[in-house]
C-alpha cells in the first residue's frame, strides 16, 4: 500500500473550515483514499473515502487532486465535537487488505 | 444496532492472571478485527476474523489469542502478559473483508498489566 504523509498538527477556529491535507503521491491506480477520526478516548470513525471523484457526505468533503497525489478532507463548519486525530489511509481495493493507521493529523478547534 | 459494543471498558490485571476481552456487534458484519494502541502512537492490527475462521495474525505473540464463537462475538484472550502490553485494545467490524467498506470500531478496553 501507498504511504501518506500528513502534518502532525492544526488548529481550526470554530465555525470556520477545516481543511486537512495528505499526501499520497506513489497511490496506485486502484488505490483509495479513506478518512478517519479518533476522538479522544473512542475507537477510530470512519467519515469518508473515494478514488478519483470529490466526495460528500453529512460530516465532510474529500477533494481528491487529479493526479491523485494528495488530498485534502473539508469540515465546512468545525466545531469543538470535531476536535480528533484524523488519519489518511490509502488502501487496495483487493479482499484481505486491511486498514494501516499512520500517525495523523491532530486537530484542535479552538473557540 | 449500529454499533460494536466492547466489554470490559478497563481492566487492570496481574502478570500471572488469565483474563478475557469480548466484542460484540449485531449488524450482520462478517469480518471482525482486534487492533492495539498505545499512548499517542496510531492503532496496530493484531488480527483479522473472516466468516468466523482467523484470516490474518500479524506475527502477535501467543500471549493473546483471539477466539470467534460466532458470527456476532469476538474474544481476546490474554494470559502471561507484560507490562508493555498496556495499551487500548480495539475491535472493529466490517460487512466483509472487502475493502469497500469502512470499519465500525468499538470504543475499546483500556487494559493495565501491573
Known amino acids: 500500500d501507498a504511504k501518506t504523509t500528513q502534518p502532525p498538527s492544526m488548529d481550526c477556529a470554530e465555525g470556520r473550515a477545516a481543511n486537512l491535507p495528505c499526501n499520497h503521491s506513489t497511490i496506485s491506480g486502484n488505490e483509495y483514499v479513506y478518512w478517519y477520526r479518533q476522538i479522544h478516548s473512542q475507537g477510530p470513525q470512519y467519515i469518508i473515502h473515494g478514488l478519483k471523484n470529490n466526495e460528500t457526505n453529512e460530516m465532510a468533503s474529500l477533494i481528491i487532486t487529479e493526479d491523485r497525489k494528495s488530498s485534502t478532507l473539508i469540515l465546512p463548519h468545525a466545531t469543538l465535537r470535531d476536535t480528533a486525530v484524523y488519519y489518511c489511509i490509502v488502501r487496495v481495493h483487493n479482499y484481505g487488505q486491511n486498514f494501516v493507521f499512520g500517525p495523523g493529523t491532530r486537530l484542535s478547534v479552538l473557540p | 444496532d449500529t454499533e460494536v459494543t466492547q466489554t470490559p471498558k478497563h481492566l487492570v490485571m496481574g502478570m500471572t492472571n488469565k483474563k478475557s476481552l469480548k466484542c460484540e456487534q449485531h449488524m450482520g458484519h462478517r469480518a471482525m478485527y482486534w487492533y492495539k494502541q498505545k499512548a499517542k502512537k496510531p492503532p496496530e492490527l493484531m488480527f483479522v476474523?473472516?466468516?468466523?475462521?482467523?484470516?490474518i495474525n500479524e506475527s502477535v505473540p501467543s500471549r493473546f489469542s483471539p477466539e470467534c464463537p460466532n458470527s456476532s462475538l469476538l474474544n481476546l484472550h490474554l494470559h502471561a502478559l507484560q507490562p508493555e502490553d498496556s495499551a487500548l485494545y480495539l475491535c472493529a467490524s466490517s460487512p466483509e473483508q472487502v475493502p469497500n467498506y469502512g470499519y465500525t470500531f468499538g470504543s475499546g478496553t483500556r487494559l493495565t498489566v501491573v
Open positions: 476474523y473472516s466468516y468466523e475462521k482467523l484470516s
